[in-house]
């Protein structure tokens, strides 16, 4: 029974995840070149936007789109299986242990995170490191345009073609890399859900949990934990595009090359468009799933009962 009720949980999260990145993909286009850029490239939101439309179309802002809905769906699935099944067993302990009420505290919702952010994280890193690399590549639209007519410019990479190229030119090393400070980003999610779930159970002595309560209690959880994290996904994201050479760089070299080149505040660069993108998603995701969860409870509670 919980493991069926965590399939439902994971199924319900990896639904919700992808209907929120779909509405907030280009903000992640933004944040993710940004990281990846050099102090060079600064430039102002719209600026950003503008400079991307003009070279490589509208499209550019959803460069990688593919893989990162399929990274989300399973991203999504696996954490939400992982933290309904680790919090099944503790609400099992609790009921055991004669404890009066059988929520989870909150050093159970940090146990349960870390858990699932683990799990989450060595499955899925080689998704986010294709991702990463599909959406800071850049097309020059006024290439494509200067070519003469009737001949097409090369095709944007497929998941599939990036996959095969990362494989065939840094060997399958390269699929793992940013694994380190993507661990360490596991505070993220811990964070995110420690303050979801204890701010809705105080919430829930006092009235039903709406999906906007969902929404808002989500963006809040979620905008602590990107603002404290957000140096972590940074030199994540600069590792996932680091090429052979410099795959040998472990995560503190990496800190320290940025800090020497570009300050502490190389650590924020499209901290904007980042901090609103996962506040977005993670609202989106927290009312979307809590939605999608309530039918399938719904769905099965009207299924036949196999004898």
Known sequence: MASS???????????????????????????????????????????????????????????????????????????????EWTRAGFEKAAVTAGRASKKLTTVESMIAGAIAGSATVLLTNPIWVINTRMTTRKRNKETDESLLPGVKGPKAPTTIGTLLALLREEGPQALFAGVVPALVLVINPILQYTIFEQLKNVLEKKKRITPTIAFLLGALGKLV???????????????????????????????????????????????????????????????????????SVKLRRKLPVKA
């Open 5 to 83: 009720d965590a399939a439902q949980h994971a199924i319900a999260g990896a639904g919700g995840g992808i209907l929120s990145m779909a509405l907030t993909y280009p903000l992640i286009t933004l944040s993710t070149r940004a990281q990846v850029e050099s102090s060079r490239a600064d430039s102002a939101f719209l600026d950003a936007v503008r400079r991307i439309v003009q070279r490589e179309g509208v499209t550019g802002l959803y460069a990688g789109v593919d893989s990162a809905l399929f990274g989300i769906s399973v991203t999504n699935f696996v954490y939400y299986y992982w933290y």
């Open 225 to 295: 934990a990107t603002t404290i994290t957000y140096p972590y996904i940074t030199v994540k994201s600069r590792m996932h595009v680091a090429g052979r050479d410099s795959q040998k760089e472990n995560m503190l070299e990496a800190m320290r090359r940025i800090v020497r080149e570009e300050g502490y505040v190389g650590f924020y660069k499209g901290i904007g468009p980042k901090v609103t993108q996962s506040v977005l998603t993670a609202a989106f995701l927290f009312a979307f799933k809590d939605v999608l969860y309530e039918q």
